[in-house]
């Protein structure tokens, strides 16, 4: 399985374990992932106004640097950007024209756009998956929490029930975890207000912290490297006992049984798996 790959900018830095655990199941599952040439940042959130073309630029960029071929993402707000920007390429002629005469490029909406959990679920099969997996999470007690990026909007992300999605937790099962369901698990963890209104962040993050707690959760697993931030910085200082918050690559790695380090918001490295 050959797919085009857009890292954006987090897992190139901060988050650079969360982009080294999935590249190294992915070569484990025979899933190739090319970097595309000289990619630069999707622009993070989608533009509210479909007027705000300036905003397009870059994610129609990658796309068309894909040429047609599906492209995955490891992040959620990339795959976010670079989903909704394909759909408006489709949907839009007169945008379309803009932006791509802007550009020089030709592009009208083809290719898939995936995010590695699709790829993990539609393309390969959790069935297949279950064959790679060596060190299962027996007893591990994880709920997942997806935040929106995923899920919204449902009719142009097509990822999931947006109300009640199962992507997660049947990695969680084919992993070997014990699956913990959380209430708050589709709320928005209050992205890029943990850096304007941190006041207004932390208590959205902490009911979801303390939700997943109350449901028995030791740990919980993301998509999303704005959420992982947000969501241990959070359990970190709530003067509780803290809960693991683990990117979805980083448990995949471990139970296939792959060496790798799990690297949290302070920047500490942790061994999350070994040979």
């Not at 050959?2 to 890292?7: A, D, I, K, L």
């Not at 969501?231 to 693991?244: A, F, Q, T, V, Y």
Request: include cysteine.
């Amino acid at each position: 399985m050959r797919y085009r790959y857009f890292p954006g900018c987090t897992l190139k830095g901060q988050a650079k374990s969360m982009e080294d655990t999935a590249m190294a199941a992915a070569a484990a599952l025979g899933i190739e992932l090319i970097e595309l040439d000289e990619w630069q940042c999707c622009g993070a959130v989608y533009p509210l106004y479909e007027d705000e073309l300036i905003s397009l630029l870059s994610p129609v960029r990658t796309l068309a640097a894909a040429a047609g071929e599906p492209l995955v993402s490891l992040c959620s707000a990339c795959h976010h950007v670079l989903k909704r920007a394909q759909e408006l390429m489709q949907r839009n002629q007169d945008a379309r024209h803009k932006v791509t005469d802007f550009l020089e490029v030709e592009y009208s909406g083809e290719g898939r756009v995936l995010h590695f959990l699709e790829v993990l679920r539609d393309d390969l099969g959790f069935d297949k998956l279950t064959e790679m997996i060596k060190k299962p999470l027996e007893g591990r007690k994880v709920a997942a929490y997806y935040g929106c990026l995923l899920l919204r909007p449902s009719k142009v992300m097509q990822f999931d029930d947006p109300e009640n999605p199962t992507i997660m937790e049947d990695l969680l099962k084919t992993l070997g975890a014990e699956v913990v369901k959380s209430p708050y698990r589709t709320e928005c963890c209050g992205a890029y207000l943990s850096v304007t209104e941190e006041g207004v962040a932390s208590d959205t993050v902490a009911r979801i912290i303390d939700s997943a707690r109350q449901a028995g959760a030791e740990a919980l697993i993301t998509a999303c490297p704005l959420c992982r931030y947000n969501l241990e910085n959070c359990s970190r200082e709530d003067g509780k006992e803290p809960i693991k918050v683990y990117y979805f690559s980083e448990l995949l790695a471990e139970a296939m049984g792959l060496p790798g380090e799990s690297t949290g918001a302070d920047g500490s490295k942790e061994e999350v798996a070994q040979r």
